[in-house]
């Protein structure tokens, strides 16, 4: 019965390793291929933008206060 | 599980603590031993702080396309998978050294510990693919979604349980974390950022939670606390900070996280259409993506989608508008999590059966110590921040090179450490309820109106120049 169990982990294992083989080789890659898909990762490595980060530290250029602001917007009244 | 600890081990939160600051300090001791000789404190020159030579030891898998092989090679297309191994081996030396200073054997645990650096470099390399790149799927999910994979689909093994430290990696990365959350962030936008992050914020932070608590009747407070946080603040590292704060459940995180990425994919995509739709004015528009989608990546990539909607010169002013708004609620990590923690400490895991003791008391004794670690890291890298250019180049230089790439292996296994210990059971009934979907939608629709409105009041009319350049 322990055995089978094994087999039966080992079995959905395997089963999941390659569907998301499948998925991360194959459909993800086509799915970059599609219009509205491949004009917005154009643009994000055209502007150099790393939108998976999760911090700003992470981010390509650090957001810094911007030059122009103080032309546009009273900062401190 | 674990193995007892001996009468000498230390508290989980005191090891992740000395493993945090030492390593901050270190960090901070390799950069400035190799500072520039001259022009130290050039903005121009030094665009992300001071160079060091130690952020080229330690990385995460190359951003791929079709084959996961290219992930580990370099711009020349030789295999260089140096960056990758110091990561995982940042990771096993971490796990072995939290075992030890719990006075634990570590023997017991390596083998496990190799098996979690596999797993997490796995989430990474699911991560870097491309298209999930472009789209924000951030590498905490992919973290969870391979640790409930394998942990569901095959089980954890047996020998696997004492390297299971999922908590403890995630504290250690935290207090590792608060060398990036700098005080000195908050003002780079002046009074009219200062009123969208700090009077917006905290109202919809306490509104969500509040009402997840008493409308929806969510029977989990911490729950709510992480969900609302997440939403309201900057998205998973404010799930992870508050999380940990008021000790939210494993599946409760793993909920929190994938909602928010879920919503956080639609808004970055629908937003900058809709702000062009509703023609509103670019700074105005740029504040309003700063303040309310949850991922600060995803923020810049919708202000560069808005940019290019608008054309260079509004698109550009929208563009950094978005991303300086986020990084000022980025910078309110602090003390939203010392809140939430001083709170969880002093009223809801407060013993109504308890003898009676002072507030102060209470608060002291359940207290997460490791919050302190996080507290301590983040006043003192905002001090030496505040000091001068040239320190601010120091700190920049450190924490993006060095820390950030460390606790990110941190939170990576920690997350496939939750994944592997939740079972998919657990999750459903709270999914079924759809609770956690109506607060997230609520809270994110009440931070929709106030952001706008507070985003109009300030930069659109009460502080907006009548002359324009």
């Not at chain 2, 796990?95 to 634990?104: C, D, F, T």
């Not at chain 2, 700074?283 to 810049?300: H, K, Q």
């Not at chain 2, 120091?394 to 939740?422: D, H, M, Y």
Request: hydrophobic content about 50%.
């Amino acid at each position: 019965m322990k055995v089978l169990s094994q087999y039966a982990a080992m079995l959905r294992l395997t089963l999941g390793a390659m569907i998301t083989t499948v998925v991360w080789c194959v459909l993800l890659p086509r799915l970059l291929d599609v219009g509205p898909v491949r004009e917005h990762v154009a643009l994000m490595e055209e502007r150099g933008v790393n939108p998976a980060a999760m911090y700003y530290t992470e981010l390509e250029q650090l957001p810094l206060r911007p030059v122009w602001i103080e032309k546009v917007i009273v900062l401190w009244p | 599980m674990n193995p007892p600890r001996t009468r000498y081990g230390l508290h989980e939160d005191v090891a992740a603590v000395i493993i945090g600051l030492t390593t901050v300090a270190l960090a901070l001791a390799i950069t400035w031993q190799a500072r520039p000789q001259d022009d130290a404190g050039n903005r121009d020159r030094y665009a992300k702080g001071w160079p060091t030579p130690a952020a080229s030891w330690i990385g995460t898998p190359k951003t791929w396309t079709d084959s996961p092989l290219t992930a580990f090679q370099d711009a020349d297309g030789n295999f260089d998978v140096a960056p990758v191994a110091v990561g995982m081996a940042w990771v096993v030396a971490v796990g072995v050294l939290g075992v030890v200073l719990g006075g634990r054997t570590a023997r017991t645990a390596v083998l496990g510990f190799v098996l979690l650096a596999g797993l997490t470099c796995l989430a990474y390399l699911l991560a870097s693919q491309k298209l999930v790149t472009y789209y924000n799927l951030e590498y905490p999910l992919w973290a969870l979604a391979v640790g409930l994979f394998v942990g569901n689909a095959a089980g954890a093994p047996r020998w696997l349980s004492p390297a299971l430290v999922g908590e403890f990696f995630i504290k250690t990365g935290l207090v590792i974390f608060g060398a990036e959350v700098l005080g000195s962030r908050l003002l780079a936008l002046g009074l009219p950022g200062v009123m969208t992050a700090w009077i917006v914020t905290p109202i919809v932070l306490v509104s969500t939670y509040l009402f997840g608590v008493h409308v929806l009747r969510i029977p989990s407070r911490s729950l709510c606390m992480t969900l609302s946080a997440d939403m309201s603040v900057c998205g998973v590292s404010a799930a992870i900070a508050t999380g940990a704060a008021c000790r939210a459940k494993k599946e409760e995180i793993s909920l929190t996280i994938g909602l928010s990425l879920f919503f956080t994919v639609i808004m970055m995509v629908v937003m900058p259409a809709v702000i062009r739709e509703m023609g509103l004015d670019p700074i105005v528009g740029g504040a309003w993506i700063g303040g309310t989608i949850d991922a600060t990546g995803a923020v810049v990539a919708a202000g560069e989608s808005l940019g290019s909607l608008l054309g260079e010169a509004a698109g550009k002013q929208a563009a950094e508008v978005a991303a300086t708004v986020k990084m000022i609620q980025n910078s309110m990590i602090g003390l939203v999590a010392f809140a939430v923690a001083a709170y969880w400490a002093g009223w809801i895991d407060r013993d109504p059966n308890a003898p009676r003791s002072t507030l102060i008391t209470e608060v002291w004794r359940r207290f997460p110590r490791f919050i302190l670690g996080f507290l301590a890291a983040s006043l003192v890298c905002t001090f030496l921040h505040a000091a001068g250019p040239e320190q601010e180049l120091w700190i920049e230089g450190a924490t993006g090179g060095i820390t950030s790439k460390l606790r990110g292996w941190l939170f990576c296994v920690g997350f496939v450490c939750i994944g592997l210990q939740t079972n998919f059971r657990e999750l459903a009934p709270m999914l079924a309820s759809g609770r956690p979907v109506v607060l997230y939608l609520a809270g994110q629709s009440l931070n929709l109106a106030l952001t706008l409105a507070m985003a109009s009041l300030t930069f659109g009319w009460l502080f907006r120049k009548v002359v324009e350049p």
